[in-house]
């Protein structure tokens, strides 16, 4: 980890010098301890304290509301049993891993680090209208943008039949998928434009005009300056956002999961059965098995990135 | 070093209010002798239901803390607004109550009463209040239907605030164009088939709405398969029994195949997020012939001063026809036309301080004043109270109609906490059948599901 | 020159077809607003201010703006300074286990943000009183949010160069100081991109504020947001969009100032 996310000068350095390096400060193990510590205590209050609580709950048979609120029985491993047996949602799964790597991996990091590469030079208003406007589509709230994208989507009087004239032809019905993806790349990209815009920002002016002046192409450029740079900002932008879009609900308020449940991703097959059916051990039960299928996709990331060192 | 210390003490300062934030949460402002009450509703003033929380605030208050003093009681009561999903509203509501607070009267969805009283979230009114839960004179005037919504298990858990019923609406100047009386009233299925098939042929893109599928929720079931269900003679449930792949089942799935399998409907509809406000709005251009909805449509809907798709000429383009059993006599209990309603109970939260307080205002907002106040100014629905619907309904031929014609056929969904998933199972159901499956397939698929839910085989009637 | 010319037509193709995908949604929110009764149709509107009317006159809707200022602002200035001060910690001094504690706090964060999380989230914020206080419902979201925000944090830590510490602690600065005065400036796009990230992750936030704030008069928008529907479930389209063009304008007024403020790139020059 601490190899990926340093930058390699760091990294290349005598065993002298970076002992002295890593501490600067002259932090201490006790102060760094005190830095941690307030937000160490809330984390510990109010994240893994209620995470624990939600692993419990999915070894139980808790419901919302009737019988099993008053008495939740322990189920133990029942409810992955169910839910690994039901084949709705193994297809919940698959579509979940399209959704990812779709509107996440290629869209939302491509896309994000073209706006950011495309824009780094610049200053003045055209940046910032671009920035401004997909940083827009990131931070109006879903129950808003549902309805803006019913509006470019929709059947009878939507914008996108409009503009190419085909009139009837329905994408959140008959491409369900392709829809939600593109909407969530919409939805989403901000986040690893800023991200990459920063991160690409500390990259060294010298480093990359020295590279120019050897010749190097402009993909040659990413490659042996920008990429190795940057390496860890790119694993935590894939693990932060791979990790929210396997949590992400908001396909719900565009399709409802449907039709016939081809876009039910598993955050809204957990919406659906915790809030709209009350079965929370169910609901949290499937969050454990998101999770554990989180743990997987980082550990590959994780393996992805230092490799290459 | 003293620089050190400083920087030190910040972080610990930074650490400490943290904890002390955590601390200190809400300030209480308790006040001397005076009962407080809360009451909540999911209504909110601008908002979801807004003529309600108005009337909460503006009349009920005022004038039941005024009551109160001149009884020589210091009563306070605050509305707690909400005015969300009906979904979340019923997440709070049980959150609150599981955790011993909520509000002191509160409105629920009768349909909810089962599963609130089984997880304890509600008791038996006169566990709660004593003697003066069954001495309200009220009851009386309420039928005995409406008041079965707030009974369990023979007991009654709430208050009923009023109900509704749901009939086919028609478009008066589509009729006429394809040959239709204004005055239709089908008393088959086959006779909505054959107005269909007019319909269509004189040029109407929709010309039949009857919702299906899972996009549409609740109301595939309460405005699609269970009045089709009923008019095929059968229940969800019977007898404790749940209904399974039962012929009227196949038949109501057959109505759907026979409409959107046969173009006398729009199928992508039904498959669509926003497919029911959609129906709305195609109802109200005029490009829907027959639509099967609730009273709500006609109040809040295509009401020509504030509905979400005004009708201008509503009073004169939109007909109404009760809804037939497949065939005379073939519905219910032998009926020839059938319906479904449902309705709001209003309860007396268990974890309140002043139950016997708390049951008052209740009461009080269904006195007759109370309900004829809150019903003024186009705000007609219809009300538990007979007494109360004989004055109030007199201008509304709609309401009227609902109340005399369609309450007496109606029926009511079991309000058991697994409901809600029978329902999507049901509403599954529809949605294969629209999407090309054969009823009798989409049948047994919802009997394997329905054992999943119920617990089994031996919950399910053969 | 042809080969910059036609870079040049290549970048600006690119920006049009960008900024193309990315205004079109955003169309039904300029035009919905100023339409009487609309649908889901984009049409041309009639220019009518009424739908602003109608919510100027919303008991509800103005003020819970001011609140969701309050929180997100109140979540991400929690945030940001506790993610960089524990972030900084943890890149500069090695812990034991550092890295596979983040990474399980990185984990259970996502759990907390799902669906199941609310019944743990609202028993525990009952036991801690922390029921209908807005500081509570701050603290709750900070939580939620703070261990992403370390990991960002970090990777922006473990990039700055430490000579300037060095120097720093030469001449007697502390700890904290040499933070503040040398580490933050150096990563302040960093945390620009984590204080807008914070906010946005709470000025959508419907669930939490809805079950954690009893009181109307505390709610944000989202919240209010989805009160703008009938009886039956139906949206209020006209509201609605009237009140989604206004919520999203303290948004772009923050990105505004924020961008100008800090988004600056930081090309110190330092040579290593």
Redesign the interface.
Known sequence: ??QA???P??VRESGQARR??????????L?????????????A???????????Y??LTN??????A??EPQFVGLDNLISAVSDPTFWSSTWLTVQFVLGSAVIGQVGLGF??AW?LRDRQGP?K?????????????????V???????L???????N??LSTPQF?P??DHPMLSIIVFNT?RGT??SM??Y??????V???HLESARLAGASGWQQLRDVVFP?IR??IL?NL??IS??T??D?TPF????????GQSEVL?VH??KV?????E?GY??A???I??LI??VV?VFYLRLLRSKK | MALRKRSMGVVAVLAASVVGLAACGQSSGGSGDAIELTITQNAIAGGKNAAGADFIANWVIPKFEAAQKAKGKDVKVKFVPSGVDDEQYKTKLSLDLKSGKGADVMDIDSIWAGEFAEAGYLKPLPDLVGAEADSWDGWAQIPEAVQGMAMYNGKKYALPVGTDGRVLYFNKTLFQKAGLPADWQPTSWQEILDAGTKLKSSGVPVPIQINAGTAMGEATSMQGVLPLLVGAGGEVQQNGKWTGASQPLKDALGLYQKIYGGGLGDPKLQQEAKGRDKSFQQFAEGKIGILLEGDYFWRSVINPAEGVAKMADRDQSVGYAMIPAMEPGKGIKGQDFVSMSGGSLRAVNPNSEHPKEAFELATFTLSPEALKEETKDGNVRITPRTDVNKDILAGEPLMTFISEKVLPVTAFRPPVAVYPQVSVALQEATAAVVSGTAPDQAAADYQKKLEGIVGGAGNIAS | MTRFVLGRIGFYTLIAVLLAFFTIPLLWLVTAPFTSDPTYKVSVPDFTLDNFRAIAEHPYALPSLWNSVLLSAGTALLVVILAALAAYALSRVRLPGRDALLYTLLLLSSIITGTAAMVPLFQLAVQLNLIDSQLGLILILTGGLLPAAIFMMKDFMDATPKSYEESARVFGATPLQIVRHVVVPLVRPGLATIGVWAVANVWGNFLMPYLLLSDVEKQPAAVITYTLYTEGGQANLSMLSTFGLLYSIPVVLMYLFVSKKYGFRFHGGIKR
Not at chain 1, 128 to 144: C, F, H, N, Q, Y
Not at chain 1, 146 to 152: G, H, I, P, T
Not at chain 1, 197 to 202: S, V
Not at chain 1, 253 to 260: E, H, M, Q, Y
Request: charged share 10%; hydrophobic share 60%; net charge neutral.
């Open positions: 980890m601490a996310t340093s930058p000068e760091v002295y390096n890593s501490d600067a400060a002259g932090l201490g193990r102060r760094a301890g005190a830095f941690a510590a307030p937000a160490l205590l809330l984390i209050v109010f994240l893994v304290f209620p995470a624990l609580w939600v692993l709950l999915g808790y419901r919302l509301t009737g019988i609120a008053a073209a706006i495309l055209l910032r209208l671009v920035e401004g406007l997909v940083i827009l589509a990131w931070i109006l709230p879903s129950a808003i549902s309805f803006l994208w019913v509006a470019l929709d059947r009878d009087g939507g914008t996108l409009a503009l329905a959140l019905l919409w901000a986040f800023m991200l815009g920063a991160a690409l920002g500390n060294p002016p010298s740079h860890g900002h935590t693990l932060l990790l929210w396997f949590n609900f308020l565009l399709t409802a999961g449907g039709p016939d955050a957990v919406y915790a809030l709209q059916g009350g929370l609901g949290a499937v969050s454990t998101i999770l989180n743990l980082a």
